[in-house]
T-cell receptor, first 112, second 111 residues
Framework: QKEVEQDPGPLSVPEGAIVSLNCTYS??????FMWYRQYSRKGPELLMYTYSSGNKEDGRFTAQVDKSSKYISLFIRDSQPSDSATYLC????????????FGKGTLLTVNP | AAGVIQSPRHLIKEKRETATLKCYPIPRHDTVYWYQQGPGQDPQFLIS???????DKGSIPDRFSAQQFSDYHSELNMSSLELGDSALYFC??????????FGEGSWLTVV
């Protein structure tokens, strides 16, 4: 079992929909949580970074962390065709260890 | 804002050849990471450097080596290339591991 499990999708939604992307993890030592967006054959782009349980909002994106349940989510409001990409959750232990452990990624398609 | 710069963006090598990838981190970032991403896979951590010293090692084959130079750029050297080494190789950088930013990647094809 991978340390980080991510709903594989693929996910297809109409433009304007609210999208929910989720990851669970098994290692309670993970302290820092990130969401990356990756377009085909491009580098992962950092979208959100959080380190505490609760919600963090940035524009149309909201990252949610529940450390007690070892569960993180990314919500995208008013989704746009340009949001079509693979979304990767990632996490690190912190301290002196910032190696990222990724989920498998969810391929999202937003249809106009 | 300056980003992580990787070169070359694409390269094609034959089996058993050697390839070198270069990475220029974001200015003032002190940590460099290398990741390998196979088709349809998530990025896998290879190795990292903090202030020019190796700080962590992941699933990097013995045929691969890396180093970080005095100007903070890093190089990943891959020898005796195999077909299975074909992948997208990412370099990333951070300032004391806070938030990690990736380059656009170098696409290696081994034929």
């Amino acid at each position: 079992q991978k340390e980080v499990e991510q709903d594989p999708g693929p996910l297809s939604v109409p433009e304007g929909a609210i999208v929910s992307l989720n990851c669970t993890y098994s290692n309670s030592a993970f302290q820092y949580f990130m969401w990356y967006r990756q377009y085909s054959r491009k580098g992962p782009e950092l979208l959100m970074y959080t380190y505490s349980s609760g919600n963090k909002e940035d524009g149309r994106f909201t990252a949610q962390v529940d450390k007690s349940s070892k569960y993180i989510s990314l919500f995208i409001r008013d989704s746009q065709p340009s949001d079509s990409a693979t979304y990767l959750c990632a996490m690190t232990l912190g301290g002196s260890n910032y190696k990222l452990t990724f989920g498998k990624g969810t391929l999202l398609t937003v249809n106009p | 804002a300056a980003g992580v710069i990787q070169s070359p963006r694409h390269l094609i090598k034959e089996k058993r050849e050697t390839a070198t990838l270069k990475c220029y981190p974001i200015p003032r970032h002190d940590t460099v990471y290398w990741y390998q991403q196979g088709p349809g896979q998530d990025p896998q951590f290879l190795i990292s450097f903090y202030e020019k010293m190796q700080s962590d090692k992941g699933s990097i084959p013995d045929r691969f080596s890396a180093q970080q130079f005095s100007d903070y750029h890093s190089e990943l050297n891959m020898s005796s290339l195999e077909l299975g080494d074909s992948a997208l190789y990412f370099c990333a950088s951070s300032l004391t591991g806070n938030t990690i930013y990736f380059g656009e990647g170098s696409w290696l094809t081994v034929v």
